[in-house]
């Protein structure tokens, strides 16, 4: 006799979760260190799209230019590795890839969840970098400390935080398959 709260898991579905764990793994080794100048280069491209509703601006590799206020210089604004929300996507694509081979969370929903994860960590971090742009654009150089420094590390703090619980959240919300009984089974 079984217990109810036992789970079998067919070898296709072990293959796929394992196969999905070593993805998820690689990728986590991979983003913050063979790809780390492309995803900054992304990154670098979406800031000075954002950057570009307040002002002028391009990118040009993990960096972006933003053209000053009236009379005044320019100013480049690279990402660089630390500043990077790569190092924070890392401990979320490890998460994804051990909830993958839990038994009680469906391999799609611990994707999900990472998907959800990775998209407030980036949409924070893209916000953050443009808006340190923008705040010097506006009230010029004695504003990157507060800015960058200060203010930067508080949100993608908060975003980092922000961004595995969602992952916690979706994971766990929609984890568990519908109509399973812990009762004890006849």
């Known amino acids: 006799m079984r217990d109810a709260t036992t789970i079998s898991t067919s070898r296709p579905e072990r293959v796929c979760r394992w196969s999905l ?7 986590c080794i991979g983003v ?9 280069t992304i990154e670098a491209d979406a800031a000075a799209k954002v950057a570009s509703m307040g002002a002028t601006s391009f990118a040009a590799g993990d960096a972006f230019h933003l ?8 100013q480049w604004f690279q990402i660089l590795p ?14 994804g890839a051990v909830a993958t081979l839990a038994p009680r969370i469906r391999p799609r929903v611990a994707i999900a969840g990472l998907v959800a994860g990775a998209s407030v960590l980036v949409l ?10 923008l705040a010097w654009h506006t009230w ?8 960058h420094a200060l203010l ?23 984890g568990t398959p519908a ?8």
Do not use: I
């Open 140 to 147: 010029g150089d004695r504003s990157l400390w507060l800015t």
């Open 124 to 133: 924070f971090g893209t916000a953050r970098v443009a808006g340190v742009a």
């Open 179 to 186: 109509g399973r009984s812990f009762a004890s089974e006849p």
């Open 82 to 95: 630390a500043c990077s929300t790569a190092l924070l996507l890392s401990p979320m694509l490890l998460l």
């Open 21 to 27: 764990f070593t993805v998820l793994g690689l990728l």
């Open 67 to 74: 053209d000053g206020a009236a009379g005044h210089h320019g």
């Open 32 to 40: 913050p260190s063979v790809w780390l100048a492309d995803y900054r």
């Open 152 to 174: 930067g590390t508080l949100v993608s703090l908060m975003a980092g935080a922000l961004a595995v619980m969602t992952q916690l959240s979706v994971m766990g919300w929609r």
